[in-house]
């Protein structure tokens, strides 16, 4: 069974910076892809980085060039960061980690599952 816990989401001002954190556990995680994505009051989830077993990322535009996407492959268990430079108003949103249900890469919530229960990040103008 998969368990994924996010941490270090916090209040920041403009132009400041937060690193997210997700610990996963759960067999053969070092094998899928992992992704964070987010989700603001009254908005769909949307997605926002995600990393390859080999350590491949991939980006939302509206994050390219701020945000990093990293992961830590153990026997067990996965740490999967999310470094945020730059931040804006506009990136306030509960933060989520997840894992990719199957091979390949997407940018699909549908196609993620064994979700944390999130951490929160607010961004002040």
């Known amino acids: 069974q998969v368990q994924l816990v996010e941490s270090g989401g916090g209040l920041v001002q403009a132009g400041g910076s937060l690193r997210l954190s997700c610990a996963a556990s759960g067999r053969a995680l070092g094998l899928y892809v992992m992704g964070w994505f987010r989700q603001a009051p009254g908005k769909d989830r949307e997605f926002v980085a995600a990393?390859?077993?080999?350590?491949?990322?991939?980006?939302a535009d509206s994050v390219k060039g701020r945000f990093t996407i990293s992961r830590d492959n153990a026997k067990s268990t996965v740490s999967l960061y999310l470094q945020m430079n730059s931040l804006r108003p506009e990136d306030t949103a509960a933060y989520y980690c997840a894992v990719r249900m199957g091979f390949g890469t997407s940018r699909s919530a549908a196609d993620f599952g064994s979700w944390g229960q999130g951490t929160q990040v607010t961004v002040s103008s």
């Open positions: 990393i390859s077993r080999n350590g491949t990322p991939y980006y």
